[in-house]
C-alpha cells in the first residue's frame, strides 16, 4: 500500500510538471544571417509544414508591413531578404521581402516571412512538422511579444519584387508613415 502512494504521488508530481511545462512560454531565438548556412545543414532534412498555426490571433488581422517593423523591433533585421536571395539563382517565385528564421527551445525549426510583400495581412508560418503540436503555443508567444510595448513599430526599409505585377517596391516603415513605393529594379551588392 506504501509503494501504491509513492507511485501515485511520483506520477502526480511528473504529471503536473509535464502540464505546467505546456503553458511556458517557449524560448524563440533568431537565426542570424551569419547562421543561416548552419541552420540550412542541422535542419536539412526536416519536414517542413504550415498546419499548426491556424488559429487566428491578432497578427493575422494586421498589415504584414506593420508586422514588419514590429518584429525588427523585437528581433533586429531579418535573417534573409529578397536582396540575400537576387544574386542566388533569383526566380520571380522566390520573391520575398523578408524572413525570419527562429530556433523554438533549441531543437524546433520556425520560419516566419511575408505572404505578398507589404499588400497582405499577416504572416507565413512554417514550422517542424513533427512539432506540429507546439505550434500554437509558439504562435501565441509571437503574438504577445508583437504586441506588447516591446514590439512597438520602429523604422525599417526593404526591397520587394511583386511578379504579379512585374514591379520593384521600396517598402518602408519611416516618419511614422508606412510607405511602398514602386521603383525601378534595385542595384544589389
Known amino acids: 500500500m506504501i509503494l501504491k502512494k509513492i507511485f501515485l504521488t511520483i506520477l502526480l508530481t511528473l504529471i503536473g510538471s509535464i502540464a505546467y511545462a505546456q ?16 541552420f540550412q545543414q542541422r535542419f536539412a532534412d526536416i519536414n517542413w509544414s504550415g498546419q499548426g498555426l491556424y488559429n487566428p490571433t ?6 504584414t508591413i506593420e508586422l514588419r517593423s514590429r518584429l525588427q523591433a523585437v528581433f533586429g533585421d531579418p535573417t534573409q531578404t529578397i536582396a540575400d536571395l537576387i544574386n542566388d539563382n533569383f526566380r520571380p517565385g522566390k520573391a520575398i521581402q523578408f524572413e ?16 505578398d510583400g507589404p499588400f497582405e495581412n499577416g504572416l507565413v508560418y512554417v514550422g517542424a512538422s513533427r512539432y506540429i503540436d507546439l505550434m500554437p503555443q509558439v504562435k501565441r508567444t509571437l503574438n504577445r ?4 510595448d516591446e ?8 526591397y520587394f519584387y511583386s511578379p504579379e505585377r512585374d514591379q520593384w ?3 518602408k516603415y519611416e516618419d511614422g508613415e508606412y510607405k511602398r513605393e514602386a521603383i525601378s529594379r534595385p542595384t544589389f551588392n
Open 169 to 171: 517596391y521600396l517598402v
Open 58 to 63: 491578432t497578427i493575422d488581422r494586421l498589415p
Open 151 to 158: 514590439g512597438d513599430p520602429v523604422e525599417f526599409s526593404d
Open 23 to 38: 503553458f511556458e512560454d517557449p524560448e524563440i531565438r533568431k537565426v542570424e544571417p551569419s547562421e543561416r548556412n548552419a
Open 100 to 115: 525570419y528564421w527562429f530556433i523554438v527551445d533549441e531543437q524546433m525549426p520556425l520560419m516566419i516571412l511575408d505572404l
Open 145 to 148: 511579444m508583437l504586441m506588447d
